[in-house]
């Protein structure tokens, strides 16, 4: 397989459309029967895109700041399923965990207990599961609560087990 040429950009409106068919295809979207609105982060410069020859793979909406114990929040991060397994997740990933780390050392993010594809993911980047809350988005499902040390130079540091 030859090694894609892939783009992170700033998401637009004009990305909306594919990125909402990424969303319609993924979980945990699909079993809890939700959509994304990507405006709001596209207003607050929190939403980006992944493009391989002109077309989008993937996306990723974060916050870098600071806005849980020292930490930044990964909102949502999706790959297009026919390319799922190809790096495309781990590049927004590692350029959501790059530009978390020049604000904050922290980086954390909630998974949905019955996504255990993204859970393995997760762990895989690094990241221990800290704790859970019940009912969060729908009260019979459970989100899982993921945590990740970063430095500040944005070199992956893998995080202490409590």
Known sequence: MRRLSL??????????????????????????????????FIRRKQAFAAVIEGAV?????????????RGG?????AV???IRGSG??????AFA????????????????SFNRRAQAFY?????????????LIRQDREEIIYWKRLS?????QKPQHE
């Not at 793979?57 to 114990?69: I, N, Q, S």
């Not at 690094?126 to 859970?132: A, K, Q």
């Not at 500040?152 to 992956?156: A, E």
């Open 80 to 82: 297009a399923p026919a």
């Open 123 to 135: 762990r895989k980047s690094g990241y221990v599961r800290v704790g859970s809350i019940k009912g």
């Open 152 to 156: 500040k130079s944005g070199q992956r």
């Open 7 to 40: 783009s992170i950009v700033p998401m637009t409106r004009r990305h909306l459309a594919a990125c909402d068919d990424i969303v319609r295809s993924s979980e945990p979207w699909k079993t809890l029967r939700e959509r994304v609105d990507f405006l709001p």
């Open 88 to 93: 495309v997740g781990r590049q927004l990933l």
């Open 97 to 112: 965990e790059r530009t978390t780390a020049t604000k904050a050392p922290n980086f954390f993010l909630c998974v949905s």
């Open 57 to 69: 793979a993937g996306f990723v909406l974060f916050t870098g700041e600071p806005v849980f114990a």
């Open 73 to 77: 929040y990964l909102r949502a991060l």
